[in-house]
């Protein structure tokens, strides 16, 4: 299978025999730790942070000191492709992510041309080869990208949004305008997910966070459509086609047949999913990912165990499940409370 010491995610990706079911964490590697913010200070800010290999190493590898993790995950973040575009990308604290340059006509559109990866992105793959390399085959690394929806959302917006009205007014108003932008980051996406595996990551995820805010025709057509493309294009290269994608529309649960059929191997549940219905879906196509609320984190240690004990009764008996989140956890987190979780996953999911 691997010559990974750990190949529990990649087995479970895979639905073969795991010891136990795997657990790592969206956003596992944040603001709850406290060596984090201490690097992150260090750094001066979130950019540099993303953008300095050796630090992004460095805070992607904490949360594997503290927890008996399956698996690491790049830091870095899913709006490095369009601020490769040269859209004044500023991620400042209490604000959230802004361009200074938000794309607001076909002309601006037509203007934006694929990112060079290695000059324009190359910061990123310096520090997957950095991970993979320290890493020396203890655990898996995941890769990832944003869909190329949620790119475009944050592009036409030019910050985090309640309402979506720029977006959806070019969705409707000109949709052609939007295929356009959507073609220029689908090669984008596949581009920048298939030089993190040639720089050393063995699973690739796609982030869609903002695919939920669609309408079913819309979600098909706008979101769905492009994470296919992606899929395909990484399943078609011999470089590429034997690493495991997962895929996670936040608030997806109600397309997960159609996601299924994308190609992918595996599904993220958000916590207002059950796996059960969700497995029930899918069948034996893809594995799942999920899916304890992260709200779950701020109460004591026995409700955590018991609401680990309620993910895993409710995935059932049987190969395909990645413990995890429902979304990333979030800064107020005790971290001792993360140790838990990580530790009961493994006991309770023990298999003689």
């Known amino acids: ?11 479970a ?3 073969k025999p795991v010891d136990c079911t795997p657990v790592w964490i969206m956003r596992q590697a944040g603001r ?53 575009m040269g859209l004044g990308l500023s991620v400042n604290e209490g604000e959230g992510p802004r361009f200074e340059r938000a794309i607001d006509s076909k002309t601006a559109i037509d203007a934006l041309r694929v990112p060079e990866l290695e000059d324009d992105l190359g910061y990123v793959f310096d520090a997957v080869r950095m991970i993979h390399h320290v890493l020396d085959g203890s655990v898996p690394l995941i890769g990832f990208a944003g869909s190329p929806w949620t ?27 939007l295929h356009a932008l959507l073609d220029i980051l689908t090669e984008s996406v596949s581009g920048y997910l298939a030089a993190q595996v040639k720089a050393g990551a063995d699973v690739l995820m796609i982030f869609d966070t903002w695919g939920g805010v669609l309408s079913h025709t819309e979600y098909r057509e706008f979101s769905l459509s492009a994470m296919r493309r992606s899929v395909e294009a990484l399943k078609s290269d011999e470089m590429t086609r034997h690493i495991p994608v997962i895929l996670f529309t936040k608030g997806g649960g109600q397309w997960f047949k159609e996601m299924a059929d ?27 990912q999920g899916n304890l609320d992260p709200a779950v984190l701020y109460a004591s240690p026995d409700v955590i165990e018991r609401a680990v004990e309620s993910v895993l009764d409710d ?21 001792d409370h993360v140790r838990v979780m990580v530790d009961a996953v493994h006991q309770k999911s023990a298999r003689s």
Not at 1 to 11: A, E, T
Not at 35 to 52: N, P
Not at 262 to 288: E, F, H, M, N, Y
């Open 1 to 11: 299978m691997s010559k990974l010491r750990n190949d529990r995610l990649l087995r």
């Open 13 to 15: 990706l895979r639905r």
């Open 32 to 84: 709850y730790l406290p060596e984090y913010r201490e690097t992150r200070k260090q750094a001066g800010d979130f950019l540099t942070l993303c953008k300095t290999p050796e630090l992004a190493c460095e805070v992607t590898l904490q949360p594997l000191r503290r927890f008996d993790l399956d698996a690491a995950i790049v830091f870095s973040d899913i709006l490095t492709i369009p601020d490769a």
């Open 151 to 177: 790119l475009a959302t944050y592009m036409v917006e030019g910050q985090s949004t309640r309402d979506f009205a720029r977006i959806k007014a070019l969705m409707f108003e000109q949709p052609q305008a």
């Open 262 to 288: 994308s190609g992918c191997d595996a599904l993220g549940c958000d916590w207002t999913t059950s796996l059960a219905i969700a497995r029930d879906t899918v069948g034996k196509r893809v594995a799942l």
């Open 315 to 335: 995935f059932g008996a049987g190969d395909g499940h990645v413990f995890n989140l429902g979304h990333g956890i979030t800064p107020g987190v005790n971290p």
